[in-house]
């Protein structure tokens, strides 16, 4: 115990820690069942770092995201809990590999605190950290545990998938289907309503404010969907929604070099998503189009495969919606409105961290 | 552009740091010029992650490290540039890769930044990153930019080595000779001098700061030695000294089950730590084995495989020293002093921020 009566981190990570941590080394990780890694040296160890034995040829994927900045607007008032920003961290970083359609065979996490932070509390984030590795099929690791002048957490991700059989966002061709895994815009109506909300004196039933607050406690990485998606070749291009769904759409046409005609009418919309917009007064697409991290997956199928992709999917219980089609380039991305008008993609992509979608209800309630 | 004129997180991931990253994918990464794996997408795809295809067995490494916190004192009162805290986050990272014998084939990295960090400033940090990358003959291959309310620096580190050459801190046995790249304490001098330098009416040489700053602006991971070491049967452990010499000694023996026998003569002083304490009024031994993250390597070797083991390092013109040798576990470890005397090692081992060296400096001048 250090001066103020709370551990230092020796202690932190000899004992507070080992609960989470003990008896993996040794575990067997990767796709389906059939492992292509070990753990030889886990966390437990004790280690300079962790160590995977890959056992045959494989593609390794690799991926970084600080997640505790402005998006913890739900924390700072008190609507999220130690054990769910841990849990947010870990979701963050496996959406990336899920993106990929790897199998997530560990997560690294940055854990930095306060003095003042409790051995309880801290013991709380590793505990929101472990049941989301835990949730996604992976392991914690290890990483970097300290103190700071606030709470930090980062995290890093690997994956591990068949040689050849990576998602990138590169592969979209004109006349493939673009398709989504489930409704976007979720967590960032949250952000919309709930810091404004006493101020505009906005009131939602209590059930949809605890279904708001529950998509940020407990997001959910695809991974199932990117291990289906990978396992056939099916998708040509695919990402996650963790910039909202305007901005994949931009960027997956981007990368692949093609355009998109999204269809308005085929955008699936969460009930939640349009309370908000109602109560806020913003056009509920716009707003489930709008930076959101709902770590959904948005990919494109060859037009004849839709079909088997779509039994795939059904084979696991997953459903998946068919929001457009890419086109040559040079048709740039729109959206195509029942009547058949085209216009520019509604919403705000994320961009940092002053242009979320705070500009959408400034627009419409200045 | 934003408001304040300084550029967005897209505009700096697109345009101030496309020149560290283009070309990067296609790039042969891995052991000693045989490739073991491919970079396939690189930072330069901009995707979700990077992907590596490994095209044979090996042992992954993976960890992370965060950085940008107490040990940066030397930042804040200006002797650190931003090329010189980027460049640090992966020499530390890098060096836990260096540590398990693998080849660094990968760095991601975390860069957050406040509003007010120019894009010259921003892209300053970017190439530190980039220069240590290359220093140490891997790839910056991502990781997170944003912004944040203060610049916050971490990263996360990927080897690969062969399969079963890892080295890890648990094979050393009692008879094993305990060896040490070089120096250390020489980072720690310099945080124990230059904060109080003022204060205290310290003056050493220009030439002596300017070495001690040196040594903060361009650690060198031993990527080197630690690729010589497990090629070679040759250690049975080894461990970075990132926490100091004192640190490493002790967790090397708690991992393997062993005590140590550590010659006060064998350790080598740099001359600038002696310096530091001598004008300090502390033990240079102490402050040699004291908080420091200088990134040496300590290992354990075999009786009959020194001289097999030196002329591996000679021939690549890389030094180390015997220091002491592994005991029984019961035997303790503890420090021989000429006379034959034994005390425990001196120092104050790195355990969390608040007791770094400044206890050393406290106890010397009160």
């Known amino acids: 115990m250090n001066d103020d009566g709370y551990s230092d981190e020796p202690t ?13 080394s040794g575990a ?12 030889t040296v886990g966390a437990d160890a004790k280690d ?16 970084s995201d600080y997640v505790r900045g402005p998006k913890f607007k739900l924390y700072e008032i008190g609507l999220l809990s130690n054990f769910d920003i841990g849990y947010y961290v870990v979701a963050a970083n496996v959406s990336d590999i899920a993106a990929m359609g790897a199998a997530p065979i560990g997560v690294l996490t940055i854990v930095r605190y306060p003095n003042e932070l409790s051995d309880a509390e801290f013991q709380t984030i590793m505990a929101g950290i472990h049941q989301a590795a835990t949730d996604f099929g992976t392991l914690n690791v290890g990483g970097d545990i300290g103190q700071a002048e606030r709470i930090i957490l980062s995290g890093s991700a ?12 590169r592969g979209a061709r004109p006349g493939d289907l673009l398709c989504l895994t489930g409704p976007c815009g979720v967590l960032g109506a949250a952000v919309t309503y709930f810091p404004r909300k006493e101020a505009r004196g906005w009131k939602l039933p209590r ?9 940020w406690r407990r997001p959910r990485a695809r991974v199932a969907e990117g291990r289906i998606l990978s396992s056939k070749p099916f998708a040509t291009a695919c990402q996650d929604t963790s910039d909202g769904l305007k901005a994949t759409i931009e960027q997956l046409g981007e990368a692949s070099g093609v355009g998109f005609e999204v269809m308005a009418d085929s955008i699936p919309l969460d009930p939640r998503v ?4 109602n109560i806020v007064g913003v056009d ?15 990919f494109t199928v060859g037009a004849d495969d839709l079909e088997a992709c779509r039994g795939e999917f059904s084979n696991s219980g997953l459903p998946f919606h068919v929001i457009g089609r890419a086109i040559l380039k040079t048709g740039g991305t729109s959206l195509i409105s029942r009547d058949g008008t085209s216009s520019s993609l509604p919403g705000v992509a994320w961009k940092h961290q002053r242009a979320d979608v705070s500009e959408l209800v400034t627009k419409a309630q200045p």
Chains 1, 2 share one sequence.
């Open 158 to 169: 690997f994956g591990l998938s068949e040689p050849g059989k990576v998602l990138t966002r």
């Open 48 to 63: 300079d770092c962790a160590v995977y034995e890959i056992n045959k040829p494989a593609m390794l994927v690799v991926g």
């Open 207 to 215: 059930q949809t404010e605890e279904e708001l607050i529950e998509s």
């Open 12 to 24: 932190r990570v000899s004992q507070l820690v080992r609960e989470f941590l003990e008896g993996q």
């Open 274 to 277: 349009v309370d908000v917009a």
């Open 284 to 298: 509920p697409l716009a707003l489930s189009m709008s930076a959101s991290a709902d770590f959904q997956l948005c």
């Open 28 to 39: 067997l990780v990767g796709a389906d069942g059939n492992a292509q890694a070990v753990l």
